[in-house]
């Protein structure tokens, strides 16, 4: 019994040894902080803002065509806000509504360098109007933020980059490295003829890029447990996306007289079935470079758990949301009360964890739910992008640029769940990474696509910043 006993001892002695060792020896990853300029800012760029807001570019689906009339409108706003860019930089216009700026380089050797955005914004849902601060279109001014549709997403971005590009232009600024400028229309039903267009026009044009930016990334504040200063997140990936229609036929009948097997009721155990047996958590790159980056800045018993996932990774990966994901969204069937419906629809998003695709997600479907229901891929549908490094030196000066302009903030690479045209664009960019200092707290997630949008006055002039400096530092 005692040999038992010091054999326990010992393998608990053991097991603490290698949690301590591996805890003490995961150490920061942060590069040093060397401090950018701080820009003198006009406060004339709330007002151009506010005026980009009041042109309602709105996606509502793929089977609603673009409002010319907003478009076009916006078009010539941009033309008459910033004379300089227009006069110095080449435009072409991709499906008659996306834009891609061309800013030529003096040295033809070096790789271009793409800076993303969208025109277009998710519409508002009419009952939700009276619970916004004002009106979404108003591009209201307060003391502290601009409001509406499109400040967070993403005619910040969008108009943030044009303002640095003419802070540029009026200090006789010239890049050594072209830089592109691209905007699609239709970022918000899948970008198919904005983004995806301007890749391919972009590859038929011979251009390989050195690195490409994007929406996607923000810097948090207060969202991460243990962590009090801001995290910046740089996003290497996106998950894939693919909507499932489910689809129940029966003769129907009488509600006196119902079937064992109800039309509504075998589509419900579908929806159930896949919400019980959903596909499994797994770590997968880049989310192992983010325990990396992270885990060093955790308070002591966290970082032990990020230091030896091997051993408690359940809970991490359950956090960081590693799995793909199942969510149904629309249902439909039945016209009367007392009828029993011969046809019952429903819809599941799911959210695709690299190393799985839409086919390997469709098979799961197949092989948890009955027979009864029919799966069909519906709509737009994209397999997880694939990732970009973090030894690069894009990544490196993007890192360095962020740490430039926010000293406090720890900087982490990781994966966005939700879809951006960025996904177009490995196949002409070296790099592609999803990231503009878009600051985040509790109450700015419902934001988004939501109620109230809107966007901090410095948090705006951080965006022009950063811009700037990235610009310059990719030269």
Same mark, same amino acid.
């Given at each position: 019994?005692?040999?038992?006993?010091?054999?326990?001892?010992?393998?608990?002695i053991?097991?603490?040894?290698?949690?301590?060792?591996?805890?003490?020896?995961?150490?920061?990853?942060?590069?040093e902080?060397e401090?950018?300029?701080?820009?003198?800012?006009s406060?004339?760029?709330?007002?151009?803002l506010?005026?980009?807001?009041?042109?309602?570019?709105?996606?509502?689906?793929?089977?609603t065509?673009?409002?010319?009339?907003?478009?076009?409108?916006?078009?010539?706003?941009?033309?008459?806000?910033?004379?300089?860019?227009?006069?110095?930089?080449s435009?072409?216009?991709?499906?008659?509504?996306?834009?891609?700026?061309?800013?030529?380089?003096?040295?033809?050797?070096?790789?271009?360098?793409?800076?993303?955005?969208?025109?277009?914004?998710?519409?508002?849902?009419?009952p939700?109007?009276?619970?916004?601060?004002?009106?979404?279109?108003?591009?209201?001014?307060?003391?502290?933020?601009?409001?509406?549709r499109?400040?967070?997403?993403?005619?910040?971005?969008?108009l943030?980059?044009?303002?640095?590009?003419?802070?540029?232009?009026?200090?006789?600024?010239?890049?050594?490295?072209?830089l592109?400028?691209?905007?699609?229309?239709?970022?918000?039903?899948?970008?198919?003829?904005?983004?995806?267009?301007?890749?391919?026009?972009?590859?038929?044009q011979?251009?390989?890029?050195?690195?490409?930016?994007?929406?996607?990334?923000?810097?948090?504040?207060?969202? *991460?447990? @243990?962590?009090?200063?801001?995290?910046? +997140?740089?996003? /290497?990936? &996106?998950?894939?996306?693919?909507?499932?229609? !489910?689809?129940?036929?029966?003769s129907?009948?009488?509600?006196?007289?119902?079937?064992?097997e109800?039309?509504?009721?075998?589509?419900?155990?579908?929806?159930?079935?896949?919400?019980?047996?959903?596909?499994?958590?797994?770590?997968?790159?880049?989310?192992?470079?983010?325990?990396?980056?992270?885990?060093?800045?955790?308070?002591?018993?966290?970082r032990?758990?990020?230091?030896?996932?091997?051993?408690?990774?359940?809970?991490?990966?359950?956090g960081?949301?590693?799995?793909?994901?199942?969510?149904?969204?629309? *249902?439909? @069937?039945?016209?009367k009360?007392?009828? +029993?419906?011969? /046809?019952? &629809?429903?819809?599941v998003?799911?959210?695709? !964890?690299?190393g799985?695709?839409?086919?390997?997600?469709?098979?799961h479907?197949?092989?948890t739910?009955?027979?009864?229901?029919?799966v069909?891929?519906?709509?737009?549908?994209t397999n997880?992008?694939p990732?970009?490094?973090?030894?690069?030196?894009?990544?490196?000066?993007?890192?360095?640029?962020?740490?430039?302009?926010?000293?406090?903030?720890?900087?982490?690479?990781?994966?966005?769940?939700?879809?951006?045209?960025?996904?177009?664009?490995?196949?002409?960019?070296?790099?592609?990474?999803?990231?503009?200092?878009?600051?985040?707290?509790?109450?700015?997630?419902?934001?988004?696509?939501g109620?109230?949008?809107?966007?901090g006055?410095?948090?705006?002039?951080?965006?022009?910043?950063?811009?700037?400096?990235l610009?310059?530092?990719?030269?």
């Amino acid at each position: 019994m005692r040999k038992i006993f010091l054999g326990l001892l010992a393998a608990v002695i053991l097991l603490l040894a290698v949690l301590l060792f591996n805890t003490l020896r995961m150490t920061s990853k942060q590069v040093e902080a060397e401090p950018l300029e701080k820009l003198s800012i006009s406060d004339q760029v709330y007002e151009n803002l506010s005026k980009a807001i009041q042109f309602k570019t709105i996606s509502f689906n793929e089977n609603t065509p673009p409002d010319s009339a907003e478009f076009l409108g916006f078009h010539q706003f941009l033309e008459e806000t910033f004379p300089l860019t227009h006069a110095n930089l080449s435009l072409e216009k991709i499906s008659d509504y996306t834009l891609l700026y061309k800013w030529e380089g003096s040295d033809p050797e070096k790789k271009p360098l793409i800076l993303m955005s969208h025109q277009d914004v998710v519409p508002v849902d009419e009952p939700t109007i009276k619970d916004w601060e004002a009106p979404p279109f108003s591009g209201q001014i307060t003391d502290t933020h601009i409001i509406g549709r499109g400040t967070m997403d993403d005619k910040g971005t969008l108009l943030g980059v044009l303002e640095a590009v003419e802070m540029l232009l009026a200090e006789s600024y010239q890049p050594s490295r072209t830089l592109y400028i691209a905007s699609g229309h239709d970022e918000e039903i899948g970008g198919k003829n904005g983004a995806a267009k301007v890749a391919e026009y972009l590859k038929s044009q011979g251009v390989q890029a050195a690195m490409t930016i994007d929406e996607g990334g923000f810097i948090t504040e207060g969202l *991460i447990a @243990g962590i009090d200063h801001p995290v910046a +997140i740089i996003n /290497l990936s &996106e998950k894939g996306y693919a909507t499932f229609k !489910l689809t129940v036929e029966t003769s129907g009948g009488h509600s006196s007289a119902p079937p064992r097997e109800n039309t509504i009721g075998i589509l419900a155990q579908a929806i159930v079935d896949l919400e019980n047996n959903q596909l499994p958590y797994k770590m997968v790159t880049p989310l192992d470079y983010q325990i990396e980056y992270l885990g060093p800045e955790l308070p002591f018993f966290l970082r032990m758990a990020f230091a030896n996932t091997w051993l408690l990774k359940g809970p991490i990966l359950e956090g960081l949301n590693a799995h793909t994901t199942t969510a149904p969204t629309i *249902i439909s @069937g039945g016209v009367k009360d007392n009828v +029993i419906p011969t /046809l019952a &629809e429903a819809r599941v998003n799911f959210r695709i !964890l690299p190393g799985e695709n839409i086919e390997s997600v469709k098979a799961h479907i197949e092989n948890t739910i009955s027979d009864l229901v029919k799966v069909e891929l519906e709509g737009f549908a994209t397999n997880p992008s694939p990732v970009s490094g973090i030894d690069s030196e894009e990544y490196k000066t993007l890192e360095k640029t962020i740490r430039g302009m926010f000293p406090e903030s720890i900087v982490v690479p990781s994966m966005i769940g939700g879809g951006t045209d960025a996904r177009y664009f490995y196949e002409i960019s070296d790099e592609v990474y999803r990231f503009y200092p878009l600051r985040m707290d509790s109450t700015s997630l419902s934001r988004f696509h939501g109620i109230d949008e809107k966007i901090g006055k410095e948090n705006y002039k951080e965006i022009i910043s950063f811009s700037y400096h990235l610009i310059q530092a990719m030269q």
